[in-house]
């Protein structure tokens, strides 16, 4: 027999209220607000399915339109984002910074789109190896350019500044900084977006998962009465709780908070004595903080003591990439002092019991310290 929750009286046991196409465009631009997005010069597009889905979408059609593009790739997202590119018949040139897990110069990017180019493609923040690639100053160039760019920003929003105007096409994840679900993207299009993705006859199916322009057609141009496809409304209300949070502490102190967890987390490190990984503190990411340990020191052993001596996960870099590289996570909710200083003691406790000696107390202090002032 089905019953009514006494918490939420409109969910009935077993079932989940239906989520309207009123709430749905509301949803959208809600999404979009949280990077500054107008709706009268940017669209927001709630993509179904985790965001590589609409990640996806718009490299494939970015990619059918046969422009050059010029792709720099510092993670296995930057390299993919490529190959679809390339699969759909775009001329794709990729860079990637001197040293793997970096970010990428400002000066290689410039020099390389001085050769000519129609769009620019890369990853905002990389929460694989904690870094941060210059956004302004590519996207700014670009635009000087007649540079169309798309960027990936499902690790940034909400843990680095970034705003609707920082480029053309961006897509969105709710699932890191802003603590929401994994199931539902978004991207904001400018109109030189929609100009990048749409210029040349479409070589899609007239109704494709994968496909940005049939979501504007049958959801903005169709006026918006009846959504499409079949979101699940199990992410729609997360999503729409999660929005709800960020709403009530506001978009930049979210950002604020987590810019404030990876300082206070990377003057720790220093305190202690560990190197972070980024040695430019403006290429360090708010999600995570990574360190890079010792050649000696064994990295698997360390998050192995971090997580049965002192109860906290440390992580790695994926696909056994960057072997010395270890992260303190202060992600969505976790972004705070305490995170920060159980991640900081972990990594000294680890360390230490592998007799790497290091500052416990002044690692400590510091991260206090910055969390003070």
């Keep these: 027999m089905s019953s009514t929750s006494s918490t939420n009286p409109g969910w009935v046991w077993g079932q989940v209220p239906a989520y309207t196409a009123t709430a749905y465009a509301r949803l959208a631009q809600r999404f979009g607000a949280v990077i500054g997005a107008d709706p009268a010069t940017t669209d927001t597009l709630l993509v179904p399915g985790e965001a590589i889905v ?27 984002f490529g190959e679809w590119m390339q699969e759909e018949g775009a001329d794709v040139t990729t860079i990637a910074p001197p040293v793997a897990g970096t970010a990428v110069s400002l000066a290689q990017v410039v020099e390389e789109l001085e050769t000519g180019y129609d769009v620019i493609s890369f990853v905002h923040g990389e929460a694989a190896t904690g870094i941060v690639n210059p956004i302004a100053g590519i996207a700014g160039h670009a635009r000087r350019l007649g540079v169309v760019s798309i960027v990936d920003a499902v690790a940034s929003v909400g843990g680095e500044p970034l705003t609707a105007s920082s480029a053309d096409v961006i897509v969105l994840g709710p699932q890191k900084a802003l603590a929401g679900p994994a199931g539902i993207a978004a991207v904001t299009v400018s109109e030189a977006g929609w100009k990048a993705l749409a210029r040349t006859p479409r070589r899609l199916a007239s109704l494709s998962s994968v496909s940005l322009l049939d979501i504007r057609r049958d959801w903005l141009d169709a006026g918006q009465v009846a959504i499409p496809g ?7 209300w997360a999503l729409d709780a999660a ?28 305190g202690l004595g560990v190197r972070p990984w980024a040695d430019d503190p403006a290429q360090a990411s708010g999600l995570v903080t990574a360190a890079r340990l010792p050649e000696a020191v064994d990295r698997d052993a360390v998050v192995a003591l971090a997580r049965e ?5 440390l992580t790695v870099a994926p696909g056994g990439a960057a072997p010395q590289l270890v992260k303190i996570r202060h992600t969505g909710r976790t972004a705070s002092f305490e995170t920060v200083v159980a991640g900081l003691g972990a990594l000294a406790g680890a360390l230490s019991a592998l007799g790497h000696p290091v500052d ?8 206090t310290e910055v969390y003070t002032a």
């Design 309 to 313: 001596r002192f109860g906290v996960e």
């Design 230 to 236: 079949t979101p699940a409304p199990h992410e729609l």
């Design 54 to 80: 609409a990640l996806e979408a718009v490299a494939r059609e970015a990619g059918a339109t046969g422009a050059r593009v010029l792709n720099v790739a510092t993670s296995q997202y930057g390299r993919l």
């Design 243 to 270: 929005l709800t949070a960020v709403e009530a502490e506001g978009p930049d102190a979210v950002v604020a908070r987590h810019r404030l967890a990876a300082a206070a987390s990377r003057a720790g490190l220093l």
């Design 360 to 367: 416990t107390g002044a690692g400590l202090a510091a991260a």
